[in-house]
């Protein structure tokens, strides 16, 4: 029988990862299968027992279910404590392990893929819900001169500010409290774009070289880019870089083998 792995999610049928994963184990000649599951909403925890006893080997986690990941597993790794949000389970005997590798992705799209090195840089990290909590740990551990952390309600960009300030230069507020910055690196991790809504953002702080990063990604270019491009930013990234590498990081995880990155990206700009 071939192990067996799949992302489990609600809703589930856009999810690229089976396209992904498949392409990765074609490439590295592991036998495998990887399916896509959805999970009701009230059923996360049985669906999981019932794809281990069928002898699962490890899921990808995607929305609504991070968080009860993170409840049901019974080791994890640093940076998914930190998260506090699992997007990785790998079942070994009766362990169930819970990693986050959402944040090594972004940091692997923006320093190897991009070559936009994150050491000395000023970033501005747009929210402060699950998706800017995972990648924040990753970004300090760059050594950015300044990681400022913007959010609608300003109240949870500082509680985030309050957690991670032994981890480096962290300053938080709303998207107007940094009207005299330039930041190089500016990332979108709200769900605007999901929405098509463009957080309020003043034109002027985009530096000259300024990469503008957009976690979402669709078939044309999200408001907050055409924002930034507009407005001055050099390079524009959407989130397929970060999909691919944090998917490449929990194949790693189960495989022990890193991936080719670069065919697949490339795979999924074509269907997008
Ligand atoms: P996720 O897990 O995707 O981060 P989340 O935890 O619900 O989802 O967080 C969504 C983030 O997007 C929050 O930072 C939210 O801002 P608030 O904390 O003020 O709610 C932000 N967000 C969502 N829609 C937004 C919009 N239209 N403009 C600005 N920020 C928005």
């Known amino acids: 029988m071939l192990d067996s792995y799949a992302v489990i999610g609600n809703p589930i049928s856009h999810s ?34 019932n794809f281990r006893q069928q002898g699962g080997k490890g899921l990808n986690v995607t929305v609504p279910f991070k968080l009860e990941a993170y409840q049901l597993s019974t080791r994890l790794t640093e940076r998914a404590t930190i998260a506090q949000a699992v997007n990785t389970l790998k079942f070994e ?47 300090l551990q760059q050594k950015p001169f300044m990681l400022a952390i913007a959010n609608r309600t300003p109240d949870k960009a500082e509680a ?40 309020e953002l003043p034109a002027h702080i985009f530096a000259a070289d300024a990469l503008a990063y957009d976690m979402m ?11 930034a491009q507009q407005n001055g930013a ?15 990081e929990s194949f790693f995880l189960w495989r022990g083998i890193r991936p080719r990155t670069k065919p697949v990206i490339a795979l999924l700009k074509s269907q997008i």
């Not at 990234?237 to 998917?247: H, R």
Request: aromatic share 6%.
């Open 16 to 49: 690229k990862s089976p396209l992904i994963h498949t392409a990765f184990s074609q490439q590295t000649h592991q036998s495998m299968q990887y399916a896509a599951i959805l999970a009701p909403l009230d059923g996360f925890q049985t669906t999981v027992s």
């Open 93 to 139: 005997n009766d362990e169930i392990l819970g990693d986050n590798t959402d944040g090594a992705g972004l940091v692997r799209d923006i320093t190897l893929n991009l070559g936009i090195p994150l050491a000395t840089k000023r970033i501005l990290l747009m929210g402060a819900g699950g998706a800017a909590r995972g990648v924040i740990l990753p970004l």
């Open 160 to 199: 985030l500010q309050q957690q991670f300030v032994s981890c480096g230069n962290v300053v938080a507020g709303d998207f107007m409290s940094f009207p005299d910055e330039r930041f190089d690196i500016i990332i979108n991790a709200t769900s605007a774009s999901l929405h098509n809504a463009l957080p």
């Open 217 to 227: 990604y669709s078939h044309e270019p999200t408001r907050f880019l055409k924002f």
């Open 234 to 248: 050099r390079h524009l990234a959407d989130g397929i870089g970060m999909l691919v590498e944090q998917a490449a």
